[in-house]
């Protein structure tokens, strides 16, 4: 297994789900929280091209985690809506990035977005909308 890249620490909250798809790695962005993780088997497809779930997977935790995390204290969310939209693909054996941007975060709705990053290329872009539970 390879090491993340400087400013990377092991996921700082996870689950068993996160488990399986992990290591996930974060770091503090420009904009707000970054996750990584590298393109293992597990998430490829038989053309070694990482699946569409793995994004959507990541997405809901990374954008969940910026909203929830916003605020001095932390924020119990639920996912409302969550869209992606795919550009380009990420292969086996690729460092993925999602930075996300906290757009707001309300009394009951946290409205957020991400980039997935493969090297400076964007190749997935991501938004949700979350209720306060």
């Not at 995390?69 to 993925?96: C, H």
């Not at 930075?99 to 990053?117: E, H, I, K, L, W």
């Amino acid at each position: 297994m390879k090491d993340a890249p400087p400013g990377f620490e092991p996921l700082f909250r996870t689950s068993p789900y996160l488990d399986l798809l992990g290591p996930i790695y974060s770091a503090r962005g420009e904009s707000g929280l970054v996750l990584g993780l590298w393109a293992e088997e597990k998430h490829c497809n038989a053309r070694n091209v990482v699946h569409g779930g793995v994004f959507s997977s990541i997405a809901d935790v990374a954008l969940g985690y910026s909203a929830a995390f916003a605020t001095d204290e932390p924020m119990p969310l639920v996912t409302v809506n969550l869209t992606l939209d795919y550009a380009g693909s990420a292969k086996l054996g690729d460092w993925i990035e999602i930075r996300t941007d906290v757009q707001r975060v309300g009394r009951r709705m946290a409205y957020v977005n991400g980039y997935f990053v493969v090297g400076e290329k964007r190749i997935v872009r991501s938004s949700a909308v979350f209720a306060a539970s």
